[in-house]
């Protein structure tokens, strides 16, 4: 079974950063795009950011400007680094791997922000 293993969840102040990180085996980082989706209590996941392997990146709108998604392809590992924090986006973040019909999902980090 797949594991994608994620580090890096936890508390942080309005304003704060955290980076989150997951790891992937090389049969899966190669090809695969890894993204971050997020689910907040009482509500639906919904995606964060999204790379694929050339590189290419894409962020929900209330990201931009304030997340940043990017591979190391020595690590194999995707880092979520997340700046200007707001209390919205307190939930639980999971790292996937999509190819065609195929989805992964980590276990789940919770982060917080909070004062």
């Known amino acids: 079974q797949v594991q994608l293993v994620e580090s890096g969840g936890g508390l942080v102040q309005p304003g704060g950063s955290l980076r989150l990180s997951c790891a992937a085996p090389e049969s899966i980082f190669s090809r695969y795009a890894m993204g971050w989706y997020r689910q907040a209590p009482g509500k639906e996941r919904e995606h964060v950011a999204g790379?694929?392997?050339?590189?290419?990146?894409n962020y929900a709108e209330y990201v931009k400007g304030r997340f940043n998604i990017s591979r190391d392809n020595v690590k194999k590992t995707v880092y979520l680094q997340m700046n200007r924090m707001k209390p919205e986006d307190t939930a639980v973040y999971y790292c996937?791997?999509?190819?065609?019909?195929?989805?992964?999902w980590g276990q789940g980090l919770q982060v917080t922000v909070s004062s």
């Open positions: 996937n791997a999509g190819f065609q019909t195929d989805r992964i």
């Open positions: 790379i694929a392997p050339s590189g290419f990146t």
